[in-house]
């Protein structure tokens, strides 16, 4: 009588596992130089909206490209182009913002967005309506404020400020 073989699991499958296939925003996340991409040279440009590369990338630093929908049907009818502006995301960690930072925020929303601030259920601030040529004095002109005002809107250093944002890829320390 011959001794029987066992096949064990691991020999069963021993196939190549074909891999899934990545998404456009994978593509674009492993070309884009730890998630920098082409920002800074955008940011230079003269135009009012991101590549498309850019925008996914912007994504992962808080700010969203967007269309203004409200003058989309005005702006059709005078044959001109879209408006872009963008919504920046600010993270509050722990939900608790002083009256000196909500303060500083308020006069980040009134001088470079449409004057609201949105507060989010999940510890976060949202800047609606921040226009393209606006973003590099919003990222770097506040990391010279005194420690009481919001710096860390584009830089993490919550244990200093209190709050936490994603580096900006236009701003040198």
Do not use: W
């Amino acid at each position: 009588m011959a001794p029987e073989t066992r096949v064990t699991p691991a020999k069963r499958f021993q196939e190549p596992v074909e891999q899934p296939k990545k998404s456009a925003v994978e593509g674009v996340k492993e070309q884009s130089r730890y998630l920098r991409g082409t920002i800074a040279d955008e940011l230079a440009k003269d135009t009012d909206h991101f590549s498309e590369a850019d925008k996914q990338l912007l994504k992962f630093h808080g700010t969203y490209q967007q269309e203004d929908r409200d003058a989309r049907k005005h702006r059709a009818k005078q044959g001109v182009g879209k408006h872009y502006m963008f919504m920046v995301r600010c993270k509050i960690p722990g939900g608790r913002v002083s009256a000196k930072q909500y303060l500083a925020l308020d006069k980040l929303a009134e001088n470079y967005a449409n004057g609201t601030l949105r507060i989010t259920s999940r510890q976060g601030i949202q800047f609606h309506g921040v226009l393209k040529g606006e973003p590099e004095e919003y990222d770097c002109r506040h990391q010279r404020y005194p420690a009481d005002n919001p710096r860390g809107l584009r830089r993490c250093e919550p244990e200093r400020h209190g709050m936490s944002r994603a580096a900006s890829p236009r701003c040198r320390s």
